[in-house]
Every structure is written in C-alpha cells, then in structure tokens.
C-alpha cells in the first residue's frame, strides 16, 4: 500500500507545481491599460504597461493625490490655493514661503522668462483678466490702450525674485502670478515620477494635452503621439502629424480654441506679455518636445509669442529640444516650421 501511494503522491506534487509555474508566468505577462480622471479644469489620460499583479486603482490614488496637491498649489480659480494666497497676501519685499511643487515651477519660470526674452511671463494673470480671458465672457470687448498699458506697469517676472532658500517676493502689490501655461506640463512631469516611484517604467501620461511617454509600448515600439488639426470646428480625433516619442514629452500650445472676434479681427488668449495684446504672428499652433513636459509647456506658449523665424532660431540653440511652428496664412493653406532635428509622420 505505502509503495502503490508513492506515484501518486509524486504526480499531485508535479501538477500543481506545474499549476503554480503557469500562474506566477501569467502574472508576468504584460498588459497595456488605462484609467482616466479629471484635473485642473480638463481630463487626465494613463496608459500602463504592467503585470496582472500591478493594481491599477493603487495608481490612480497614488496619482490623483498628487494631482491634487499641485492644483491646490497653482490653481488661480481655487481661492486658498498657494498661488492665490501668494497673489492676495504676500507683501511686497517681503518672503513668502512656498512648496517644493510652486519653488520648482517657478524656477522654471525663471529660465523661460530669460531664455524668451519675455515673451513666457509667469505674471501676465491682470492681462488675462482685463482681456475677461479668466472668464470666457459671452459678450467680449477690447480694452482702451490706456487701460492695457496701465496693467502692463504689474506685468513682468522681474519682479518676482527667488531666494537662496527658496522662498520668493515680489516687488509691487499689482504683480500677479498665473502658471497655467506650464502648470499642466509639470503636472505630467510629477505623475510620470509617481508611477516610476511605484515601479512603472513604460507609460504614458497626457493632461489636456500635454504628454509624457515613458518606455516603450507593449509591442516593443515607441510611443505615438498625434498632433491636433489646428482648426477650432476639428474633433480632439483629427490629427495631422504624429510623433513618436520614448522618455520625451510633447507640449502643444495653439489659438484655435479659445478666441473671440470682433469687426472680423480675431483676438487670441494667447497675450504678449510685452505688448498686452494677442499675438498676430500667423501662428496658430506650436509642438515642443522635449526632456520634461513643464518646460516644453512653457516654450510652446512663448514661440506662440515669438513667431516662427525667432521660435526657430531659439530652438536650434537649445540642446534636446526639438520644435514644428504651424503657421495658416490668408488663403487658408497651412505651413510647417521645424527645428534642425524634428521628425514627423
């Protein structure tokens, strides 16, 4: 009896080790998948590629506190908010204390602001609501000259100065600062940090359409990224360039979706800090990309700004980053502006 159980004993062992083999391969095996949510006054898209043992609703919460942290930080519509707070109480010459989130975008801020020539302004927030841009009124108007030059004695990031311990002043009361434009690209850049921090290396995270892809797809190959059709009656689905993209970020900045006309003159939400007025440059979208969304953010919005010959000319200076400056000229017909390195499908 003893002998005659042996085998079987033998043979149960062999099945579910075999069992268990095929469940830890399966666990292994890797799938691409999404969660979505929303933040800062848009939608936020995630695509992972990661075993079965990955939870994806730990992401999510991993990833939507920290989204919350930041829009708690530079929301200008949230009135505790730390760029609200700074904007309401901090005195002039006075320190204000701020997060390590605000410190690094302001930072960034800086070099822009430099690098640009003013044409990214951190300050530009009294533009945007002498041009009711805060607020999308029905029943728009352009402001007197007067009144634009005015505003423009708050405008400036000279005015804001940054510490040795990180803590930052600004020079008149007047002075406001507005970090939408690059707000949403370092909101990229800090969940591409979470999902790292959480052992997710190939990923792809776009916040109103800004984007950071990490890796590789499941496939093996790189990310592909479409560029919008830069029309105001094009769905989000109509895209006319791609770009592939591994450890880059993408940041598109245009003029085709928020505008009013009046006396058959557009008006952009695109202002020049320097002027106080919309841009006219032909331009009606910019894609950078470069090492990290917040900055190719920021240098998408100033090449709006800038034009296509400066916005060209600056790029082709800046080491890993990459440009395509669209411009539509009057007769409808669209033209391609690209950086030495650019590439396009």
């Known amino acids: 009896m003893e002998m005659g159980n042996k085998p079987v004993r033998k043979t149960f062992c062999t099945v579910v080790l075999v069992s268990l083999c095929i469940a830890i391969a399966g666990c292994g095996i890797d799938k691409q998948r999404t969660f979505s949510g929303r933040t800062m006054g848009t939608v936020y898209h995630i695509t992972v590629v990661t075993g079965w043992l990955t939870r ?3 992401l999510k919460k991993a990833v939507e506190k920290k989204l919350y942290e930041i829009n708690m930080s530079m929301s200008t519509y949230i009135p505790d908010s730390e760029i609200s707070r700074f904007n309401t109480c901090a005195k002039p010459g006075e320190p204000f204390d701020v997060s390590n989130d605000f410190l690094q975008v302001a930072r960034t801020g800086r070099r822009l602001f430099e690098l640009t020539g003013g044409a990214w302004d951190g300050t ?16 728009p108007s352009v402001p007197a000259e007067e009144e634009i030059k005015k505003v423009l004695r708050c405008v400036g990031y000279s005015h804001i100065h940054i510490d040795r311990t990180g803590r930052l002043t600004r020079d008149l009361p007047c002075v406001l600062l507005d970090f939408a434009s690059i ?5 990229v850049d800090a969940i591409a940090g979470v999902l790292k921090n959480l052992g997710v290396h190939d990923f792809i995270v776009e916040i109103g359409g800004e984007v950071y892809a990490s890796g590789r797809r499941k496939d093996g190959k790189p990310w592909r990224i479409g560029i919008n ?11 006319r360039e791609v770009i592939e993209l591994s450890d880059r970020a993408v940041a598109t900045s245009g003029d085709y979706r928020n505008y009013f006309v009046i006396g058959g003159r557009k008006y952009s939400h695109v202002l020049d800090p320097r002027t106080g007025w919309p841009v006219e440059t032909g331009v009606v979208s910019v894609s950078v990309v470069a090492g ?9 919005t100033a090449l709006m700004v800038m034009g296509p010959e400066k916005g060209i000319g600056l790029v082709n200076r800046l080491d890993n980053v990459e440009c395509v400056i669209t411009v539509r000229h009057r007769d409808g017909a669209y033209e391609d502006y690209t950086s030495a390195g650019m590439k396009l499908d």
């Open 56 to 58: 994806i609703g730990t």
């Open 229 to 239: 059709t830069p029309r105001s009656d094009a769905s989000v689905y109509q895209v």
């Open 124 to 139: 530009v927030w009294p533009l945007v609501r002498l041009w009711d841009f805060d607020r999308h009124d029905p029943a």
């Open 183 to 187: 707000a949403k690209g370092y909101g």
């Open 292 to 300: 990290n969304c917040m900055f190719a953010d920021g240098l998408a």
